[in-house]
């Protein structure tokens, strides 16, 4: 029962690094998300996918960018990492949760901690 | 602007003992109120709640929700040290996405 999968557990970069968050799921969901989580913040959405091939903005999407090739894979890249993403990295999956009738709460992975210097 | 609080922020409490933690919205097409439970990790999900005083219980945790004065309580009883962890509050809104609006969380730490 794997879920939902995220690698890298942990990641430290330098000011101006790229790199790539990948986040996997077995449950055939449709919809996944990109959240960060910071002391006293909660949860905020960065981006997130309604289906394979599309993507749409969430709260925070400033300086991150995503990719949903493959149902099963919610890509998180960081083109040029600043301090200020400096954060503890979820990754979401759901059912479909426009139908009436159907609805699943959000499945979570164990999160990536990076840290920008 | 959307928003969810709880209170409070963090707790220390005795095993064995009751603990009532809060959370308060203001959001736009509220659709349901989400709890869940974050142990060092990911949140498990805990409760659903989308009507007005229908509690919900599962265990020593029970959880209701006020539709009128936009608030919501989670109570745990007789408490254990297992369930030190962090307590997420959130809301979903009817929109394009069915967003889901976090609240910062309450810390709880139960001591033997």
């Known amino acids: 029962n794997a879920g939902v999968t995220q690698t890298p557990k942990f990641r430290v970069l330098k000011t101006g690094q790229s790199m790539t968050l990948l986040c996997a799921q077995d449950?055939?969901?449709?919809?996944m998300y990109w959240y960060r989580q910071d002391p006293g913040m909660g949860l905020r959405l960065i981006h997130y996918?309604?289906?394979?091939?599309?993507?749409a903005k969430g709260e925070v999407p400033d300086g991150y960018n995503v990719s949903r090739l493959k149902k099963q894979n919610f890509l998180l890249g960081l083109e040029s990492a600043a301090p200020s993403q400096t954060s503890v990295y979820f990754c979401?999956?759901?059912?479909?949760?426009?139908?009436?009738?159907?609805?699943?709460?959000?499945?979570f992975g164990n999160g990536t901690r990076l840290t920008v210097t | 602007e959307d928003k969810v609080v709880q209170s409070p922020l963090s707790l220390v409490v005795h095993e064995g003992d009751t603990v009532t933690l809060n959370c308060s919205y203001e959001?736009?097409?509220?659709?349901?109120l989400l709890w869940y439970k974050q142990e060092k990790k990911a949140p498990t999900f805990l409760f659903m709640l989308?009507?007005?005083?229908i509690e919900k219980k599962s265990g020593r945790l029970s959880s209701i929700l006020d539709k009128k004065e936009l608030f919501s309580i989670l109570n745990i009883t007789a408490t254990q040290t297992g369930d030190s962890a962090v307590y997420l509050c959130?809301?979903?809104?009817?929109?394009?996405?069915?967003?889901?609006?976090f609240g910062p969380g309450t810390s709880l730490s139960v001591i033997p």
């Open positions: 989308t009507s007005s005083g």
């Open positions: 959130a809301v979903e809104a009817r929109t394009s996405y069915d967003k889901v609006i």
């Open positions: 979401a999956s759901s059912l479909f949760r426009d139908r009436v009738g159907i609805w699943s709460p959000l499945h």
């Open positions: 449950m055939n969901h449709e919809y």
């Open positions: 996918s309604v289906g394979e091939g599309t993507t």
């Open positions: 959001v736009t097409n509220f659709r349901s």
